[in-house]
T-cell receptor
Framework: DTGVSQDPRHKITKRGQNVTFRCDPI?????LYWYRQTLGQGPEFLTY????????KSRLLSDRFSAERPKGSFSTLEIQRTEQGDSAMYLC??????????????FGAGSRLTVL | AQKVTQAQTEISVVEKEDVTLDCVYE???????LFWYKQPPSGELVFLIR??????QNEISGRYSWNFQKSTSSFNFTITASQVVDSAVYFC?????????????FGTGTSLTVIP
């Protein structure tokens, strides 16, 4: 169990460019989440996968955002035509299930995006 | 709708003082989970405790204790004899019932600074 890994840890890009973040969850965790956190705020839910199925998407996830989890293992979050308002920390989390001790989110260290 | 409120934005205490972080939640579910997470300066959210809505027993873990009161919809967190290493942002979170809703709702966090 190596924890939740996210890559890259930091990304600086110019407005209008596309960026992609990757998340590798804990191997036995079939539920994967993406959150966004801005300065002074708590994590805000973006989207959720159970295995490879994307089951929920937040209103925060505009058409420029797309997330995939093609084989039910790692996930990618792509932001197209980035805007300065996209600057934030993008957090990935996973959990094994929804019952009892499985119902705990384990977070990665996050991918910090700065859009110039 | 589910909501978590952490009214204390920032708290500073002198080392060895006790400090209580407040959390008030709103939910229409009768079954739900409450959580506390710690986010140190390194950025990774670390799970501290999970409580289900049927278990109002207070819990103590070393210098940490949690007071869950359904009557006031509160889940407060006390650190006894605070240490510099406790300096971090602390988030309270709420998740929906087992097997149903999938989102975790986070408060805006309380930034704790312990002064040596």
């Amino acid at each position: 169990d190596t924890g939740v890994s996210q890559d890259p840890r930091h990304k600086i890009t110019k407005r209008g460019q596309n960026v992609t973040f990757r998340c590798d969850p804990i191997s036995e965790h079939n539920r994967l989440y993406w959150y966004r956190q801005t300065l002074g705020q708590g994590p805000e839910f973006l989207t959720y996968f159970q295995n490879e199925a994307q089951l929920e998407k937040s209103r925060l996830l505009s058409d420029r955002f797309s997330a995939e989890r093609p084989k039910g293992s790692f996930s990618t979050l792509e932001i197209q035509r980035t805007e300065q308002g996209d600057s934030a920390m993008y957090l990935c989390a996973s959990r094994r299930g929804t019952r009892g001790n499985e119902n705990v989110l384990t977070f990665g260290a996050g991918s910090r995006l700065t859009v110039l | 709708a589910q909501k978590v409120t952490q009214a204390q934005t920032e708290i500073s205490v002198v080392e060895k003082e006790d400090v209580t972080l407040d959390c008030v939640y709103e939910t229409r579910d009768t079954t739900y989970y409450l959580f506390w997470y710690k986010q140190p300066p390194s950025g990774e959210l670390v799970f501290l405790i999970r409580r289900n809505s049927f278990d109002e027993q207070n819990e103590i873990s070393g210098r940490y204790s949690w007071n869950f009161q359904k009557s006031t919809s509160s889940f407060n967190f006390t650190i006894t004899a605070s240490q510099v290493v406790d300096s971090a942002v602390y988030f309270c979170a709420l998740s929906e019932a087992e097997g149903t809703g999938n989102q975790f709702y986070f408060g805006t966090g309380t930034s704790l600074t312990v002064i040596p």
